[in-house]
């Protein structure tokens, strides 16, 4: 099993950014399909970013250009860089691992952002 750790949530001001970082232990990020995704009040969870295991990238369309997801097998860890955020992108974030049938997830950070 894998167990993930989000950090780096945080309240920022409409315009900045943030880096969010997944951290693994237990397991290696390397092999799974690692995705972000994340969950305003009263909504679904909605998926933000996912990053393959063989390193294929994607994204919402609403994030497509401001977020960046990328790995460092070395730390193993998974972040999302948030540029320009926006007050519609308050929500906690969640990381999720994919693998052999396996699905794991971590507890939320908490990203608020003010207008």
């Known amino acids: 099993q894998v167990q993930l750790a989000e950090s780096g949530g945080g309240l920022v001001q409409a315009g900045g950014s943030l880096r969010l970082s997944c951290a693994a232990s237990?397991?290696?990020?390397?092999?799974?399909?690692i995705s972000w995704w994340r969950q305003a009040p009263g909504k679904q969870r909605e998926l933000v970013a996912i990053?393959?295991?063989?390193?294929?990238?994607d994204y919402a369309v609403s994030v497509k250009g401001r977020f960046t997801i990328s790995r460092d097998n070395a730390k193993n860890t998974v972040y999302l860089q948030m540029n320009s955020l926006k007050p519609e992108d308050t929500a906690v974030y969640y990381c999720?691992?994919?693998?052999?049938?396996?699905?794991?997830w971590g507890q939320g950070t908490q990203v608020t952002v003010s207008s």
């Open positions: 999720r691992a994919l693998w052999a049938g396996h699905d794991s």
């Open positions: 237990g397991s290696v990020v390397s092999d799974k399909a």
């Open positions: 990053i393959s295991s063989g390193g294929n990238i």
